[in-house]
C-alpha cells in the first residue's frame, strides 16, 4: 500500500513567520510531488510541484524534495492570515497516472 | 472557459438508490480523475481516465462506475448506495500525465447516503 504522511496539526504561526510544512512518502518509485493548498469547503489548487531532489522557490513559497529520503516540504515564508488552509501533498505513483494523497496539514496563521 | 464542472453541488440518497455524479471540461485534457474525500482527511482516487474509451481503477474502485465516450465528460455511477460512500466527490482533469501537469478541480458534490 503506497502512502503518503503529513502532520494532520493543526499548525499554528504568528504572521509574518515562516511556515514549515513536512510529507513521507512510502514509494521509492515516485517521481513527481505536488503541493496543493485547500480551503475549507473548497476544492484543491496547485501551489507547486518538484520533480527533482533540493530546492524550488516560487514567491513565498518553496518546496523541497530529498528522495533519499522520501521526505518533501513547503516552506510558506512571511506567512499570511490568507494562508490559513488545509495543505495537501499529493505523489504521483511511478507509473505516472495515480495521484496519491496524504491526509493534509492544517495551518492557521494568527493576525 | 468554465474549467472542470460538476453536477450535483449536493445530494441526499437513501440506501440503495443510485445516481450518476456529472463531470464535464472543457480544456480538451485528455486526462480525467474521480476522487472521494472524506472528512478530515486526503483524496482517495476512485478512477481515472487516458482519453476517451480508456478508463482504469484508483485506489478505491469498488462500488462505482465510470464510462468515458467523450473528451469532455466523464460521469461517476453508483451503484446500491451505501452509508460508507458518504463522501465529497471531485472530479479532475489534467493536458498531461499527472506526473508531469497539474490537475484542475471541479467544485465537487457533497453526498450523503442515509
Known amino acids: 500500500q503506497k502512502e503518503v504522511e503529513q502532520n494532520s496539526g493543526p499548525l499554528s504561526v504568528p504572521e509574518g513567520a515562516i511556515a514549515s510544512l513536512n510529507c513521507t512518502y512510502s514509494?521509492?518509485?515516485?517521481?513527481?510531488f505536488f503541493w496543493y493548498r485547500q480551503y475549507s469547503g473548497k476544492s484543491p489548487e496547485l501551489i507547486m510541484f518538484i520533480y527533482s531532489n533540493g530546492d524550488k522557490e516560487d514567491g513565498r513559497f518553496t518546496a523541497q524534495l530529498n528522495k533519499a529520503s522520501q521526505y518533501v516540504s513547503l516552506l510558506i515564508r512571511d506567512s499570511q492570515p490568507s494562508d490559513s488552509a488545509t495543505y495537501l501533498c499529493a505523489v504521483i505513483d511511478a507509473g505516472g497516472f495515480k495521484t496519491i494523497f496524504g491526509a493534509g496539514t492544517r495551518l492557521f496563521v494568527k493576525a | 472557459n468554465a474549467g472542470v464542472t460538476q453536477t450535483p453541488k449536493f445530494r441526499i440518497l437513501k440506501i440503495g438508490q443510485s445516481m450518476t455524479l456529472q463531470c464535464a471540461q472543457d480544456m480538451n485534457h485528455n486526462y480525467m480523475y474521480w476522487y472521494r474525500q472524506d472528512p478530515g482527511m486526503g483524496l482517495k482516487l476512485i478512477y481515472y481516465?487516458?482519453?476517451?474509451?480508456?478508463?482504469d481503477k484508483g485506489e478505491v474502485p469498488n462500488g462505482y462506475n465510470v464510462s468515458r465516450s467523450t473528451t469532455e465528460d466523464f460521469p461517476l455511477r453508483l451503484e446500491l448506495a451505501a452509508p460508507s460512500q458518504t463522501s465529497v466527490y471531485f472530479c479532475?482533469?489534467?493536458?498531461?500525465?499527472?506526473?508531469?501537469?497539474?490537475?484542475?478541480f471541479g467544485p465537487g458534490t457533497r453526498l450523503t447516503v442515509l
Open positions: 481516465s487516458v482519453g476517451a474509451g480508456i478508463t
Open positions: 514509494d521509492r518509485g515516485s517521481q513527481s
Open positions: 479532475a482533469s489534467s493536458k498531461a500525465l499527472a506526473g508531469a501537469d497539474t490537475q484542475y
